[in-house]
């Protein structure tokens, strides 16, 4: 089992920068991929970033340029840094890992981006 914990969510205005963190805990050393999702208000879960366990990124169009996806394994932890934020990023964010064969889900963190 892995426990994920989330931190880092808050109100920002346009324009501004948000870094959120996520530290796992339990059986890390089975943790290959780490990643981001989002879910607003009314809309499916989508992913925003992924990280492997060689540092490999990828990055969905709606943050690519924006977002910076990185882990410390020493911390066993995965941080994704939110600059230049827009009103349509806002939502719940999900720190996810999977340790195969599962995947495993933080609690979620609420971004809300507002003037």
């Known amino acids: 089992q892995v426990q994920l914990v989330e931190s880092g969510g808050g109100l920002v205005q346009p324009g501004g920068s948000l870094r959120l963190s996520c530290t796992a805990s339990?059986?890390?050393?089975?943790?290959?991929?780490m990643g981001w999702y989002r879910q607003a208000p009314g809309k499916e879960r989508e992913l925003v970033a992924t990280i492997s366990s060689s540092a490999s990124t990828f990055y969905a169009a709606s943050g690519k340029g924006r977002f910076t996806i990185s882990r410390d394994n020493a911390k066993n932890t995965v941080y994704l840094q939110m600059n230049i934020l827009k009103p349509e990023d806002t939502a719940v964010y999900y720190c996810s890992v999977i340790a195969a064969p599962k995947r495993y889900w933080g609690q979620g963190t609420q971004v809300t981006v507002s003037s």
């Open positions: 339990g059986s890390i050393f089975t943790i290959n991929t």
